[in-house]
């Protein structure tokens, strides 16, 4: 059983920094692709950043020079390290790996405001 389990969500002022971690067990996580989304209510999940087995990494052009992805392979675990917030980084950020078949976890809440 492949299990996600964000943290490190909260509540942070505009110009603060957060990072989100991502725990994963019951999968080879060296294999895994890695990636972050998020949500707000009513609208679709957006992607936000991703990170290949290899270390390649991909980002939404609204998070790009904001936000960085890495993961450690020692810990099972991708991070979401997130600068320069604003209002509109609201969101539930969801984590999901993917290799043949893809999971998501539960998501953590990320509120920007003053």
């Known amino acids: 059983q492949v299990k996600l389990v964000e943290s490190g969500g909260g509540l942070v002022q505009p110009g603060g920094s957060l990072t989100l971690s991502c725990e994963v067990s019951?999968?080879?996580?060296?294999?895994?692709?890695m990636a972050w989304y998020r949500q707000v209510p009513d609208k679709e999940r957006d992607f936000v950043a991703r990170?290949?087995?290899?270390?390649?990494?991909d980002y939404n052009d609204a998070v790009k020079g904001r936000f960085a992805i890495s993961k450690d392979n020692t810990v099972n675990t991708a991070y979401l390290h997130m600068n320069n917030l604003i209002p509109e980084d609201t969101a539930v950020y969801y984590c999901r790996a993917r290799h043949v078949e893809t999971f998501w976890g539960q998501g953590t809440w990320v509120t920007v405001s003053s």
């Open positions: 019951g999968a080879g996580f060296s294999g895994l692709e």
């Open positions: 990170i290949s087995r290899y270390g390649n990494t």
